[in-house]
């Protein structure tokens, strides 16, 4: 771990450890709220996360070359979350989903307009926009990949202790 990480990493143990989960501790930095980050491999990285930010709508945060490959990209929803992917790495599939096998719930509330986009674009509808019996209104597309994107207007049920 170099001294840049390793300074990192002490400050987040020293905010995690100190209760402070604001966002932005005393440093100044902006911290994230705790999430659900999924993440995938793709046989071709740069080609998927084009895909996913200009038909999509996915923010391009980082993306961490490494000899060639893309190693780590952070890929934001402009709406909350957001996902993480890289490169595929053949020696990681005792832990990481193989390219193309991966599927999410992409809550938006703007369905409607973003199914206009990525049908616009060509993108591969698997199920059509329709209101579901459960309250929400979604689709599901297949990116370049393979893998499989729903977008809907269900946020989920309430957590028993938010009554």
């Not at 980082?62 to 053949?90: F, T």
């Not at 990681?92 to 369905?111: E, K, Q």
């Not at 993108?123 to 393979?146: C, H, M, N, W």
């Amino acid at each position: 771990m170099n001294d840049i990480n390793a300074a990192n990493a002490t400050k987040a143990d020293e905010t995690h450890q100190s209760g402070a989960h604001s966002g932005t501790p005393a440093d100044g930095r902006n911290l994230r709220a705790p999430d659900v980050w999924p993440s995938l491999q793709a046989h071709d990285a740069p080609a998927l996360i084009d895909f996913l930010v200009s038909t999509v709508g996915f923010l391009r945060t980082a993306v961490h070359e490494d000899g060639g490959r893309v190693a780590h990209a952070q890929l934001d929803w402009p709406e909350g979350g957001g996902i993480m992917l890289g490169d595929h790495d053949p020696a990681s599939s005792a832990y990481c989903l193989d390219p193309g096998t991966f599927g999410a719930y992409v809550v938006t509330d703007r369905v409607d307009d973003l199914y206009r986009r990525v049908t616009a674009a060509g993108a591969k509808v698997l199920r059509p926009l329709a209101d579901q019996p459960y309250g929400s209104r979604e689709f599901t597309i297949a990116d370049p990949e393979g893998n499989k994107w729903s977008f809907g207007t269900y946020r989920g049920e309430p957590r028993p202790d938010q009554g």
